[in-house]
């Protein structure tokens, strides 16, 4: 299925009736990256899986967005198709759209159901000052051509995969940090984790637990950033119990 937003081209799939449930894919995902869990819940809810722009069959964008681009899309989708206000499960970036449109737009969801989410401070480690100790250094001296080299070495495999439109909406992305909007999502929250997540560490999915007002966090051992894939059934038995019982 397809839908236009501000002239892009938003493609979704959806089964199902009952209650809404949106999910929300992660970073380099598509809508298929919630499959398992799609299939499972399409039985008891209408469920609608979203490929966000520049994201599996999805339009780019035609400029670098931010999360703030991501939010107001998110919002004229769910208005668009009237499922809101819905239930949403969101996987990493997804979660990080979450965020911001649950604390700005609380009409448009009922509960979240947050995995692998990053988008907070980050604390310092060692590894990370030496590397941002390098970088300046280098930096300080280079041309233009040196920098995107030198920025490109630096970056993760995830950015020197993008075009260079989409390399700055990743930049965009990663820099903004959204603590700030944590008090203010009134949703029921449940988060989801992996205790060896290094791409979202458990300690951002307990400032959540702690920041959000009505937030749970349950945690699978020995998972990665994946957890609601490492443990589907686990997970879907979990956030079926969430949705009906809260």
Known sequence: MEIIIDGIKIRYDQEGQGEDVLLLHGWSGRADSFRPVFNALMGMYRVTAIDFPAHG???EPDCPWGIEEFCECLKKFIKELGIGPCHVIAHSFGGRVTLMAAAKYPELFKKIVLTGTPGLTPKPTLKSRVRGFAYNVFNSFAT??????????FSSPDYKALSPSMKKT??????RHLDEFLPDIKSPTLLIWGSDDTAAPLYFAETMEKEIPNAGLVVFDGCGHFAYLDRVLEFIKITKHFLING
Do not use: P
């Open 170 to 175: 990743f930049v965009k992305i990663v820099n």
């Open 57 to 59: 069959g999805s339009d």
């Open 144 to 153: 233009d051509k040196m920098r995107d080299a030198l920025r490109d070495f």
